[in-house]
């Protein structure tokens, strides 16, 4: 009997540290997607020819091994399926957490639903809810905020777009709240892979901090220049 308990708790243990490292992979390849993607809207500051010629590589990249929009397509379905994968070990972890609470009358500000899981979980959504609303807007072109899209190259959606003060901030808002996520993130998954000894916590945490301000000061230049007509 305390055998059998002994294995399945263990199974339990086991199963949760390979969720969370599948949220730890899934989330790397998260924000490397989103380094690059910052990467090349900082292309805007080198002018229409620069940022149009990028957004043009993309399609074309590893043509013709490839079909055109081969590469581009590769990405969105790895991108699509960490998604997924990083949102359904979110929600079995918080389950799990739940259920070895036990019952939520006895334990109803449980240590474990701290500021921060509960800044992640609403962070997740937000982001999620804001990726829906970007690709209807940039990339399927649905939503046209400031101009007639199919008659714009993807430079002039940009300017058009940040022309308007709310979107900038709407963007802002969701940058920092990427920027949150990032950072509990990075320093939670090495805390799952044990990095996280005393020593090295101060490292982490500045590690952390800076991958946070990188992703919001990098994402939200160019906006602000369309913004304050540095370019346009
Ligand atoms: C200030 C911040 C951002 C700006 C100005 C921005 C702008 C853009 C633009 C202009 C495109 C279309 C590119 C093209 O026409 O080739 C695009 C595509 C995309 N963006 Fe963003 N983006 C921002 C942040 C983000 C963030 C934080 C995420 C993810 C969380 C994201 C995810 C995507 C995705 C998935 C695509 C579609 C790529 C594709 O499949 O073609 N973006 N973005």
């Given at each position: 009997m305390a055998q059998t308990t002994l294995t399945r708790s263990t199974r339990a243990r086991e199963t949760t540290v390979a969720m969370k490292i599948l949220m730890a992979v899934t989330g790397v390849i998260f924000v490397l997607f989103v380094l690059m993607h910052m990467y090349g809207n900082l292309k805007m500051f080198a002018g229409p020819e620069a940022y149009n010629g990028y957004a043009e590589h993309l399609r074309e990249f590893g043509e013709p091994i490839l079909p055109r929009e081969g590469l581009l397509w590769i990405l969105r379905v790895a991108l699509f399926t960490s998604v997924v994968v990083h949102g359904y070990s979110a929600f079995s972890l918080w389950n799990r957490a739940r259920k070895a609470r036990g019952t939520p009358y006895v334990?109803?500000?449980?240590?474990?639903?701290?500021y921060a899981v509960r800044t992640m979980r609403w962070g997740g959504v937000i982001i999620l809810a804001f990726v829906v609303f970007h690709l209807l807007h940039f990339?399927?072109?649905h939503i046209e905020i400031g101009g007639d899209y199919q008659a714009l190259s993807p430079y002039e959606r940009m300017i058009v777009s940040f022309e308007f003060w709310w979107l900038w901030l709407a963007y802002l808002v969701v940058m920092v709240t990427l920027a949150f996520h990032v950072r509990h993130g990075v320093w939670s998954s090495l805390a799952t892979f044990g990095a996280n000894k005393k020593r090295r916590e101060r490292a982490i945490n500045l590690v952390a901090i800076l991958a946070a301000l990188l992703l919001v000061v990098g994402f939200m230049l160019p906006p602000t220049a369309i913004l304050l007509d540095f370019i346009n």
């Open positions: 334990n109803k500000h449980p240590i474990a639903t701290s990339t399927t072109l």
